[in-house]
DNA sequence: TTATATGCAAACCTTTTGCGGAACA
DNA sequence: TGTTCCGCAAAAGGTTTGCATATAA
């Protein structure tokens, strides 16, 4: 049995991911603490992303053409990322279904512990950049 | 303007990726065809998917943990996949709703092309082995 | 005190790319 | 014949991992 210890990176790590709705990679958290923790390494940034995000304490999420990102706002709602400049941000306004996860779940067989949605197109800015 | 040329590989790959509901990776892909075409390389497999991709003409789908998968079937349906041993798989039972693409970019201001959703959870062979 | 976590660096896996030669149109 | 595409191999991400050391409990 393997027992979780606290320390200073593990509590600075969630911290900047619960702090920020900016959905950051693991570079970009790791750049985020460095000022703090100027030896802290990619390495233990990713081990306790990861480990993180298996508990189900924070999100780890998939998208095309990007590096994996983080979110600590476990509110169900969805993302959308600019194809264009990879802009990536949350969409709150529309109910995410999580009934849909008990259906598949009844359906299919398998136990769902999660769906993620990403939509894709492009952002507002670079739509206009394409029309000069 | 580059006009776009009808290759065999060309050919091989985009019926390799629509003959089968195995949502191969790249990798497979080029495993399919290697026996009809020895000398087909990795990198012509990728830079054809990418094209189809971008063209619309195939999906190219995110996973988390796991290589982009491709999948030839463009009719709208959702993916599920096992955490456990990566298994992957179509769901077309649950209605996708297109209209939601419209919804999302009245309000956000994207223009959105698709959306993409995938379920994780654990098949049920994963499952009965975690009883044992 | 001792098991867990870290830092560092190397390795790994997936994907992209530069280049010279092949082949479609 | 000119331009696009391919094969090859190298390189570029992004992420994981082995090992010796540091540190939480």
């Known amino acids: 049995m393997i027992k979780e210890r606290t320390t200073k990176q593990k509590t600075l790590i969630l ?5 920020t709705k900016t959905h950051p990679t693991a570079e970009q958290v790791h750049a ?27 999100r780890r999420i998939s998208v095309i053409n990007s590096p994996d990102r983080f979110d600590g706002d476990l509110t169900p709602h969805h993302h959308i990322s600019c194809t264009d400049c990879g802009k990536f941000c949350d969409f709150f306004e529309i109910n ?3 009934e849909l996860d008990r259906v ?8 769902i ?3 993620e949605t990403v939509f894709y197109g492009k952002c507002p800015e670079c739509k206009n950049k394409e029309l000069n």
């Open 32 to 58: 985020m603490i460095t000022d703090v923790a100027p030896n802290l390494s990619l390495g233990t940034v990713y081990r306790n992303l990861n480990r993180l995000a298996e508990t189900g304490i924070i």
């Open 15 to 19: 911290s900047a991911v619960q702090g």
């Open 96 to 98: 995410y279904d999580a």
């Open 104 to 111: 598949i779940e009844a359906r299919s067989g398998f136990s």
């Open 113 to 115: 512990a999660k769906h």
